[in-house]
T-cell receptor
Framework: GENVEQHPSTLSVQEGDSAVIKCTYS??????FPWYKQELGKRPQLIID?????GEKKDQRIAVTLNKTAKHFSLHITETQPEDSAVYFC????????????????FGKGTKLSVIP | GAVVSQHPSWVICKSGTSVKIECRSL??????MFWYRQFPKQSLMLMAT?????????EQGVEKDKFLINHASLTLSTLTVTSAHPEDSSFYIC????????????FGPGTRLTVL
């Protein structure tokens, strides 16, 4: 099955600096890579995703890059703000078919991001 | 669009009792629903996958007789934790997929289960 590794597990940055979180995956069949932000006690919130036919995607201060050959993808947050503080999860999908046209998501272990004012 | 609700948002029960959690897709038809469990400071772990009208597929190590899943309609799936014990205390999150080629899952708000 798919295995997703995520680093670092914790990350502290000064407000205004950039934050980078990296993930690797094992299943070459995976083709969808979402990133989620989760605040304490709440549901994971999709912040950006990328598909395997694209190398980079950007949405305002957030960007994701994908290197399909090396099987790794990264989340970049620029101009960090205190409200960016949360746990971020990467995930990979496309390798585990669940039936009815759906695929399993395999999550990384998460990165706790703290933005220091 | 793509709203998923969960009920209850939290529940406290006594050891040995059963608890049912509902997951509903409010504005789309969910051909597949996923159930996750998340322990404090850990990641989401997939427990089982259910397709409407079919038996659920459980991940290794998840007892199907303890965690009963029913997906009787395209908008509702239920997870029943039977004979709950304190070690079952966790945050249970469902997600729903419309089965498009996009692979996106839409998450419910989660249910905090505490077993005394």
């Amino acid at each position: 099955g798919e295995n997703v590794e995520q680093h670092p597990s914790t990350l502290s940055v000064q407000e205004g600096d950039s934050a980078v979180i990296k993930c690797t995956y094992s299943d070459s069949a995976s083709n969808y890579f979402p990133w989620y932000k989760q605040e304490l006690g709440k549901r994971p919130q999709l912040i950006i995703d990328i598909r395997s036919n694209v190398g980079e995607k950007k949405d305002q201060r957030i960007a994701v890059t994908l290197n399909k050959t090396a099987k790794h993808f990264s989340l970049h947050i620029t101009e960090t703000q205190p409200e960016d503080s949360a746990v971020y999860f990467c995930a990979a999908s496309g390798g585990g078919y669940s039936g009815a046209g759906s695929y399993q998501l395999t999550f990384g272990k998460g990165t706790k991001l703290s933005v220091i004012p | 669009g793509a709203v998923v609700s969960q009920h209850p948002s939290w529940v406290i029960c006594k050891s040995g009792t059963s608890v049912k959690i509902e997951c509903r897709s409010l504005d789309f038809q969910a051909t597949t629903m996923f159930w996750y469990r998340q322990f404090p400071k850990q990641s989401l772990m997939l427990m089982a996958t259910s397709n409407e009208g079919s038996k659920a597929t459980y991940e290794q190590g998840v007892e199907k007789d303890k965690f009963l899943i029913n997906h009787a309609s395209l908008t509702l799936s239920t997870l029943t934790v039977t004979s709950a014990h304190p070690e079952d205390s966790s945050f249970y999150i469902c997600s729903a997929s419309a089965g498009s080629s996009y692979n996106e899952q839409f998450f419910g708000p989660g249910t905090r289960l505490t077993v005394l």
